[in-house]
């Protein structure tokens, strides 16, 4: 069964930091391009970053340019996000995502084309 699975949410101050993990389970992670997303109460779904394959290209979001890291460790199947800076408009529930297909090059910030989605775990920025 392919299965992703993220920790690493959980409480932080405004300019505090956090690292979310997405490890893969039942498949190699290390084909696929690998997104993060984000999902704040009445909002719709957001892309934050990506990552293709081979950890070669990255894409961000503007809204976390700089402040948020996106690398992948394909010897432990885990990508993770690293998230400095933080903002209250930060605060949402992330999930990761797997591309629909392997060895992509390039990736998207565009949620149809990833196929494979984790639970998502919370993310919340407060003094």
């Known amino acids: 069964q392919l299965q992703l699975v993220e920790s690493g949410g959980g409480l932080v101050q405004p300019g505090g930091s956090l690292r979310l993990s997405c490890a893969a389970s039942?498949?190699?992670?290390?084909?696929?391009?690998i997104g993060w997303f984000r999902q704040a109460p009445g909002k719709e779904r957001e892309g934050v970053s990506c990552i293709n394959w081979g950890g070669t290209y990255t894409k961000y979001a503007d809204s976390v340019k700089g402040r948020f890291t996106i690398s992948r460790d394909n010897a432990k199947n885990t990508v993770y996000l690293q998230m400095n800076s933080q903002k209250p408009e930060d605060t949402a529930v992330y999930y990761c995502a797997a591309h629909s297909r392997p060895v992509q090059t390039m990736c998207t910030l565009v949620p149809f084309d990833f196929g494979t989605w984790g639970q998502g775990t919370q993310n919340t920025v407060a003094s």
């Open positions: 039942g498949f190699t992670l290390g084909v696929y391009a």
